[in-house]
């Protein structure tokens, strides 16, 4: 990483730490997090000598960020090698990554609480407390996907106006007064 400012490389370097606690390969996570600071599109030879790691490492790591829509292929006039960019708007990169985490962790785990709900013996006490254990878990991530759902059809922009005004939900969800006396209003 000898090629990268002191900013990029801590980024990089704390980007594969926090992938591997999300259970990302820290080499893809770095991989990520080097295209999305570059200005420029790379190839994989560059970011193999930034990143100091094995070409193949990088080229494995590429194609798992295009699988799941981070980077994507760029052509460069005058350069026949394939050059990587980044998606570089924050807010589409975030739900990509959440919807990759949704299929990968919450889809599959709904898919086992039903078939584990449908295989307990409905007549046998020996289950009804588990049935009411895994049917209160099931309706957990039952009201989070719909959440999910609702909020995953907002536009970026709606997205981004929630955000500011969550100072002022929360007053609304409070019932605190605002710095005139009167009930917050939004």
């Not at 739900?95 to 949704?102: F, H, L, Q, Y």
């Amino acid at each position: 990483m000898s090629q990268l400012n002191t900013a990029k490389k801590q980024f990089v370097l704390h980007w594969g730490e926090m992938g591997a606690r999300w259970g990302i390969n820290r080499t893809v996570a770095q991989v990520h997090a080097l295209l999305h600071v570059s200005a420029e599109p790379l190839t994989a030879e560059e970011i193999a000598t930034m990143l100091s790691v094995a070409r193949s490492n990088v080229s494995t790591s590429i194609r798992e960020l295009q699988a799941w829509g981070l980077v994507r292929p760029v052509h460069v006039l005058g350069d026949r090698r394939q050059h990587v960019t980044s998606i570089k708007d924050v807010w589409e990169m975030f739900r990509i990554i959440v919807d990759e985490r949704k299929k990968r962790e919450i889809d599959p785990t709904m898919d086992l609480l039903r078939q584990c709900i449908s295989e307990l013996d409905k007549n046998s006490v020996a289950d009804t407390h588990t049935r009411e254990r895994l049917q209160d878990l099931y309706q957990f991530f039952a009201a989070i996907d719909a959440v999910y759902t609702d909020v995953r059809k907002l536009p970026v922009g709606t997205l981004r106006g929630l955000m500011k005004a969550r100072g002022a939900f929360r007053r609304i969800l409070s019932g605190r007064q605002s710095k005139s006396g009167e009930p917050a209003r939004m």
